[in-house]
């Protein structure tokens, strides 16, 4: 995809000189962004996950927060709580990291059921529930959660009906051998990911202005025939011979506005059925399920999407 759009352009320009060799991830990041859709990032230690999204708040000037999930993380700790002040004999609401505007959820596959039920809840409602009374958040609010790819133990797997709340899961892999030899030698010149003070980011963006871009993302019009071709390859998902469990209604409605994010980035103001194929992948991936056999033959998931792609007749 080439971003059009000069705001979203710098952005991702921007990252990518960090971040180097996740061109395909950054673009997949900005659509989420556009459309409000939170995400997960899975990979292994040491990808990137929390330098990108850790990056991409100070380019547009964003409250940033980061929960380290953990086991014995109790809802109280990411919502808030009400405490009692024994000066005043009254309570005082003691606001959690979760009112801010991006939030990057560390591991979240290592924390109890409990509490991934109240970081989802707050992301679904876009409010938290304390003591009865509703609390706003904030309008731009953007979850990024990551997992370990290889690390199950110990580790409580989102179920389905949670998992199925993230827009994307991106997958961060390995960069190839060209970019990590420009990893490597950034590193040589002074550059320190854990020192993003010292290179003095210039902020690219406003929430405002981000804000404005999700407005003009949503009036991007889809023709009737390119809606027929969404709905038939989300009901393929559910026709599958390799798939248990297919893509919810959720699914369709964040596919639609996601294909229209990724058309407005592109300069459209219509969505076209490759919009449509290019974000199944990160759309699809986390929310279908394999059936036990088809696993046991080793077939992946972004094959099985692939297929479905092939399978489903592309409109003129």
């Known amino acids: 995809m080439n971003v059009s759009d000069p705001i979203f352009s710098r952005i991702g320009q921007s990252l990518n000189h960090i971040v180097v060799g996740q061109t395909v991830l950054v673009e997949q990041l900005l ?83 409990k509490t991934q039920a109240a970081l989802l809840e707050a992301m ?61 030698q950034n590193v040589q010149g002074g550059f320190e990911s854990k020192r993003l003070d010292l290179m003095k980011l210039q902020p690219l963006a406003t929430v405002a202005q981000i804000l404005q871009a999700r407005q003009a993302a ?30 919810s209604p959720r699914s369709a409605v964040a596919w639609l506005k996601a294909s229209k994010a990724y058309a407005w980035l592109s300069g459209r103001k219509f969505v076209t059925p490759d919009d449509v194929k290019a974000i199944a992948p990160p759309l699809l991936r986390h929310r279908l399920i394999l059936r036990p056999e088809a696993q046991l033959d080793g ?7 692939e297929s479905i792609l092939t399978q489903v007749p592309v409109p003129r």
Not at 42 to 65: C, H, W
Not at 220 to 243: F, G, M, S, W
Not at 299 to 305: E, R
């Open 31 to 113: 659509v989420a962004l556009l459309c409000g859709g939170h995400i997960i990032l899975e990979g292994v230690p040491g990808t990137g996950k929390t330098l990108l999204v850790r990056v991409l708040a100070q380019l547009i000037e964003a409250d940033f927060r980061r929960i380290q999930l953990t086991p014995d993380i109790l809802p109280s700790d990411i919502l808030g709580t009400n405490i009692f002040d024994l000066n005043t004999r009254s309570f005082t609401l003691k606001k959690g990291p979760i009112f801010t505007q991006i939030l990057l959820a560390d591991e979240i596959n290592r924390t109890p059921p």
């Open 124 to 184: 679904e409602e876009e409010q938290v529930t304390l003591d009865g009374e509703s609390l706003p958040l904030s309008e731009l609010f953007w979850v990024a959660a990551t997992q370990n790819s290889l690390e199950f133990e110990g580790t409580y797997p989102l179920p389905e009906a949670q998992i199925d709340r993230f827009l994307f899961k991106l997958v961060v892999d390995y960069p190839d051998p060209a970019h990590e030899k420009q990893m490597l």
């Open 218 to 247: 949503r009036s991007v019009d889809i023709q009737e025939n390119v809606l027929d071709y969404l709905l038939a390859l989300i009901q393929r998902t559910r026709k599958h011979p390799d798939i248990q469990l297919g893509a």
């Open 299 to 305: 077939l992946v998931m972004d094959s099985v999407v």
